[in-house]
């Protein structure tokens, strides 16, 4: 009897504790519901469209009344031969795209920081923004412009040696020149984050640091780098959970229906289109998107893993 007065206690106290705590945070709660309704009703009820994959869609029977047929929406993944390359391509041009792209946002953020004319700085800041709010449609314009049958540089290489240069046959750069726009046109953006980590650290501590007579480049990778380690984690555990998902826009606009380069440059999101495209089988395409999620949600919780081992501060959860 003793037991079961002590077994009805603890619940009491823990619902007692819980609306105390309940009571004591009800404006931070407030203050966080629309991020949760907006995620409950932007993420959550929408992933309800999973059993797309596993049905024969019928778009006049609906969701709920499309007959099942199992795994049978992923063979077209399998049976196309192209799963395999897909994602490596996806898998691999995000590799590059996260160091490179931290790279380069680390080094214009530092740059940024270290400049001393504030009228250049903010110049300089403006021009680094400006890719960003330029779409993919104009970007991939200005390429063809450039470099494409009839571009400037192709004009340019004619008249010098009478042979033309036409980027967009040429198969084996263009991974270098996808890493290239992908940095151009993020990397200025991307600083922000990390020169606002930078401006939060004390003056004081560059003051004693020059006083003990360190220079700059001690200055930057005895301090500056040190006190980014956290930001520069979450950052890449952030960019880590879309590993499987490449940039559609920037892939579409830049090679569109190019054979020559679909073969080093097609993506599991071009090839899930395209397939849409031509066949019209929402099913087929919502297991495409599945075995995106998947792969994406598998990585995430493995490089959290990682990281929780080695820095268990640092972890996203």
Not at 47 to 66: D, E
Not at 152 to 165: A, D, F, M, P, R
Not at 201 to 229: C, H, M
Not at 230 to 236: F, L, R
């Amino acid at each position: 009897m003793k037991s079961d007065k002590s077994d009805a206690i603890i619940p009491a106290k823990k619902k007692h504790r819980f609306l105390k705590q309940l009571k004591a945070n009800h404006q931070l709660l407030i203050m966080m519901t629309p991020a949760l309704l907006m995620a409950i009703i932007f993420s959550y009820i929408p992933m309800g469209g999973i059993i797309i994959a596993f049905k024969r869609y019928n778009f006049q029977l609906g969701v709920f009344k499309s007959p099942w047929v199992g795994f049978a929406n992923f063979r077209f993944l399998i049976i196309s031969h192209k799963l395999w390359e897909l994602t490596r391509n996806t898998l691999l041009y995000n590799i590059v795209f996260i160091a490179v792209g931290l790279c380069f946002e680390l080094t214009l953020a530092i740059m940024l920081n270290e400049m001393r004319l504030l009228k250049f700085k903010k110049i300089t800041q403006s021009f680094m923004f400006l890719p960003h709010f330029i779409s993919w449609v104009v970007a991939a314009t200005i390429m063809m412009n450039l470099f494409g049958d009839n571009g400037v540089v192709n004009g340019i290489v004619k008249s010098l040696t009478g042979e033309k240069w036409n980027l967009y046959s040429h198969t084996k750069i263009w991974p270098i020149v996808m890493v290239a726009m992908k940095v151009w046109k993020s990397a200025g953006y991307g600083s922000v984050v990390y020169l606002a980590a930078i401006v939060g650290i004390s003056p004081e501590i560059y003051e004693a640091a020059k006083i003990d007579g360190a220079n700059i480049w001690q200055r930057i990778f005895r301090i500056t780098i040190p006190v980014l380690r956290p930001t520069i984690i979450i950052m890449m555990l952030l960019a880590v959970g879309g590993i499987f998902r490449g940039d559609f826009g920037m892939f579409y606009q830049l090679v569109g229906n190019n054979q020559l380069l679909l073969k080093t440059s097609d993506i599991l999101d071009t090839y899930i289109y395209r397939s849409m495209m031509s066949n019209s089988n929402m099913g087929q395409t919502a297991a495409a998107g599945l075995y995106q999620s998947v792969l994406c949600f598998i990585t995430i919780n493995v490089f959290n893993f990682i990281v929780k081992k080695i820095e268990p501060d640092y972890s996203l959860y």
